[in-house]
């Protein structure tokens, strides 16, 4: 099953941080297509799995349905903001550290554990959600 699946069938504490993850990793999946002009791919990718993100994020989904080439990622706005800015900071308990790791590591998905490292701050504070930092 994809992410998204995964974190709806988790535990409801855990489901919130982790699903704070999956929006800028399918951000950062769309433009690792679209710069290796995979731009057919990307383009499925976001039609595939743009409703698992709105309505919190419609308006900047429909700026993505601009992008068409890889020269597009050194001006669009999406772009500058998730690839020229700082990493994006991700709070999540130790419990969802483990879910998570555990579920990439069995599903193979080496590459989305490359986006999280590269582009993602992932701070772990206490045992469980109920440990607020």
Known sequence: GSPCD????????NKCEISELLYPVFVHCFFELVGKQFVPEAKELLHRHRSDHEPEHSDEIELLVSV??????????VAKRYLKNTKSRIWLSHDS?????????NSRLS????????????VI????VHDVP
């Open 97 to 105: 550290d483990k879910a998570l790791t555990e579920f990439l590591h």
């Open 125 to 128: 504070y206490g045992a469980t």
């Open 68 to 77: 068409s080439d890889a020269s597009h990622l050194e001006t669009h706005s």
């Open 111 to 122: 590459l989305i554990v490359r986006i999280i490292n590269q582009h993602l701050d992932v």
């Open 6 to 13: 995964w974190c709806m069938k988790i535990l409801d504490d």
